[in-house]
């Protein structure tokens, strides 16, 4: 889009550009009309619905109060007509007939068999003493249990549309004795004639209809009853109790032939009876407001485009007749022609771009003779600083060879001085195992037989030698443990696992440390030199819990799997700061734990301590092995 847009002359942009931006205002007006229109119908749909429901609202409430009312009076015959006394009966009767006001047609009570005992205003065909028990009406009231409206209407002799309502009379044990009924004009100002004071202009009316679709009242009143059209569509939304509004067609009979119009119905149900109120008006009427406003909307969208035609034509003509010659000139300085000028009178924008290109133009000559001069003298400094870089790069180099080199003999160092520490760790054990061990125990011996009974007679010698026997066999004791600090023999004969168990048996439990070792294995050995370090490891571990742990219970495990050996040193010494002790904020190192690192480090593998005050302290060391289980390390034979 934006290269296809660059091949176009500003003359012709600014007209597309203007139209799109037109369409994009006058497509979001015309869909804000659209939908200001939608909602000024919408609101007068809603406003034709909830004036119908208003009505039945009204209906409702009036009905229900008849209801009621006429309930309050059934249970006030109630003791008359158990006394059978008439004359209060007809006190009661026309005492409701006052206050309803409603009942302007006749108000009567019935006996248990339908028979008329009183009438307040009847009409002449009803009288007392008739039975009426057969009236369908009568009938549903007499098996009702409370007070309802007749679901059909009747008609006087003078075309007038009354409603029957009626409410059964029980005893105290719930029989039914009689009934109050009367007959109700629903076009009385009291009740339906609520319709006339809605306003709904001249074609729009308001109907009161039952199940049936028959017209109970009209506004105007003087407009004929009749059947509703869409009687059946009515009866089932009085059934179902929903209000809607929707458009519907009517015929109209002129001279000449039907007319169809089409109308708008709005419907409301009533809760208390079986009817319904429509309020219908001619849609051409209803929604002429909305066709005013779009017809508006129209004038202003045409007159709109016509000044935005204008407006586009006057500013695209202002702009590209000096940016035409701006451009020309720009051509001219690119093409290497500095002698002709750019200047425009005007002090707007365009003005102002014409003396800076002037101002460029001037200008431009000095500045090419200035870059000319900077690029030779930058070229001059990128190839020194190019030489010395490389020179630089050299030097690197060879420092970082000789730090890999210094580190490498620092390690083979380290680790000989440790092999060398260890093989003279083994030629003594193995001196003071081959003669301190046997001079002591054939000395051992000799005293034993020098304090035999041969030698009874001297006793003061015996009791001598008896003294320096438990000195010369905590002597021979004190060997064997330097001898086992040394070099266990067990660690050559047995192996990993029986010298260790050996060792902190001996060393922890004699000092009423209780000690729990594990091992997956038993029998597994390693290189003499993984096991020397591991031996050590452990060994160092368990030195700083006699030194410094004053633990009760130590429990070391060892775990052989295919590509690693893990050591696991825990005790519920005091604990300690581990960052104080491994000097990760400046303190001092500890020096065991600083030779079992390094011990770790030499093996390739991987040393941690978790430790706290008052929680004890817990080393892992995890030593990694190659593809024939031997332990990895830059020197092995110097690892122990």
Same mark, same amino acid.
């Given at each position: 889009m934006v290269p296809l847009l660059a091949n176009i002359s500003l003359e012709k942009r600014i007209p597309l550009f203007a139209g799109i931006a037109l369409v994009v205002i006058l497509t979001t007006f015309t869909l804000v009309g659209l939908q200001a229109v939608n909602d000024s119908r919408e609101q007068a749909l809603q406003e034709r619905l909830v004036s119908a429901k208003m009505i039945a609202s009204h209906l409702d409430l009036t009905l229900s109060h008849v209801l009621r009312m006429l309930g309050v009076t059934s249970d006030l015959l109630t003791p008359a007509l158990e006394q059978n006394d008439l004359v209060?009966?007809?006190?009661? +009767?026309?005492?409701?007939?006052?206050? +309803?006001?409603?009942?302007?047609?006749? +108000?009567?009570?019935?006996?248990?068999?339908?028979?008329?005992?009183?009438?307040?205003s009847g009409p002449a065909s009803l009288c007392v003493g008739s039975n009426i028990s057969g009236q369908p009406f009568i009938s549903q009231a007499m098996r009702s249990s409370g007070p309802l409206v007749a679901e059909q209407q009747c008609y006087l002799s003078d075309g007038t549309s009354i409603v029957c309502v009626a409410s059964p009379i029980k005893d105290s044990a719930g029989?039914?004795?009689?009934?109050?009924?009367?007959?109700?004009?629903?076009?009385?100002?009291?009740?339906?004639?609520?319709?006339?004071?809605?306003?709904?202009?001249?074609?729009?009316?308001?109907?009161?209809?039952?199940?049936?679709?028959?017209?109970?009242?009209?506004?105007?009143?003087?407009?004929?009853?009749?059947?509703?059209?869409?009687?059946?569509?009515?009866?089932?939304?009085?059934?179902?109790k929903e209000a809607v509004v929707a458009g519907c067609h009517n015929c109209h009979k002129t001279e000449d032939a039907v007319e169809r119009q089409r109308d708008i119905l709005a419907f409301a149900p009533l809760n208390a009876a079986k009817w319904g109120v429509t309020i219908r008006q001619s849609e051409k009427e209803v929604f002429a407001q909305a066709r005013d406003l779009q017809r508006k909307f129209g004038y202003l969208a045409i007159l709109s485009i016509l000044a935005v035609v204008v407006l586009v034509w006057t500013f695209t003509r202002s702009i590209t007749s000096p940016l035409s010659s701006i451009t020309l000139a720009a051509e001219r300085m690119a093409s290497g022609n500095l002698s002709h000028g750019v200047s425009f009178a005007s002090k707007d924008e365009i003005g102002r771009l014409s003396r800076a290109f002037e101002r460029m133009r001037i200008q431009l000559k000095t500045y090419l003779d200035q870059i000319s001069e900077w690029n030779?003298?930058?070229?001059?400094?990128?190839?020194?600083?190019?030489?010395?870089?490389?020179?630089?790069?050299?030097?690197?180099?060879?420092?970082?060879?000789?730090?890999?080199?210094?580190?490498?003999?620092?390690?083979?160092?380290?680790?000989?001085?440790?092999?060398?520490?260890?093989?003279?760790?083994?030629?003594?054990?193995?001196?003071?195992?081959?003669?301190?061990?046997?001079?002591?125990?054939?000395?051992?011996?000799?005293?034993?037989?020098?304090?035999?009974?041969?030698?009874?007679?001297?006793?003061?010698?015996?009791?001598?030698?008896?003294?320096?026997?438990?000195?010369?066999?905590?002597?021979?004791?004190?060997?064997?443990?330097?001898?086992?600090? +040394?070099?266990?023999?067990?660690?050559?004969?047995?192996?990993?696992?029986?010298?260790?168990?050996?060792?902190?048996?001996?060393?922890?439990?004699?000092?009423?440390?209780?000690?729990?070792?594990?091992?997956?294995?038993?029998?597994?050995?390693?290189?003499?030199?993984?096991?020397?370090?591991?031996?050590?490891?452990?060994?160092?571990?368990?030195?700083?819990?006699?030194?410094?742990a004053e633990a009760d219970n130590v429990t070391v495990s060892l775990r052989f799997a295919d590509e690693d050996i893990c050591a696991t040193v825990t005790d519920d010494g005091r604990g300690f700061d581990t960052t104080q002790v491994l000097g990760t904020n400046g303190g001092r190192h500890g020096f065991g734990l600083l030779g079992i690192s390094e011990r770790v480090s030499l093996l390739g593998g991987q040393f941690s301590v978790d430790s706290a005050p008052g929680q004890g302290t817990r080393i892992d060391v995890r030593i990694p092995l190659d593809e024939k289980g031997n332990g990895y390390g830059r020197d092995k034979g110097s690892a122990g």
């Open positions: 209060r009966a007809g006190e009661i +009767l026309n005492n409701a007939y006052e206050q +309803l006001g409603i009942f302007k047609h006749n +108000l009567f009570l019935l006996d248990r068999d339908g028979s008329v005992l009183l009438i307040v029989e039914i004795i009689g009934l109050v009924a009367g007959s109700v004009d629903i076009a009385d100002p009291g009740i339906g004639g609520f319709v006339n004071t809605f306003r709904l202009g001249e074609t729009g009316y308001a109907q009161i209809v039952d199940a049936s679709g028959a017209v109970l009242a009209n506004t105007p009143r003087d407009m004929p009853a009749g059947e509703i059209d869409h009687q059946g569509r009515l009866a089932g939304l009085i059934e179902a030779k003298q930058l070229e001059e400094r990128v190839r020194q600083r190019t030489v010395a870089l490389e020179e630089s790069r050299a030097e690197i180099t060879g420092l970082y060879e000789e730090l890999r080199n210094k580190e490498q003999v620092r390690r083979e160092l380290l680790g000989r001085i440790i092999s060398v520490q260890e093989e003279e760790r083994k030629r003594i054990a193995r001196e003071l195992h081959d003669e301190t061990s046997q001079a002591l125990t054939a000395l051992a011996v000799g005293l034993d037989t020098a304090v035999g009974p041969a030698s009874a007679e001297i006793g003061e010698v015996k009791r001598r030698i008896e003294g320096l026997r438990p000195l010369l066999i905590e002597t021979l004791e004190e060997v064997h443990n330097l001898i086992f600090d +040394l070099r266990p023999s067990s660690l050559d004969d047995l192996g990993l696992v029986a010298a260790l168990q050996s060792y902190a048996e001996s060393r922890l439990e004699g000092i009423g440390i209780k000690v729990n070792f594990q091992s997956d294995s038993l029998e597994q050995r390693l290189p003499a030199h993984a096991e020397s370090a591991l031996f050590r490891i452990v060994q160092e571990a368990m030195t700083n819990v006699v030194k410094h």
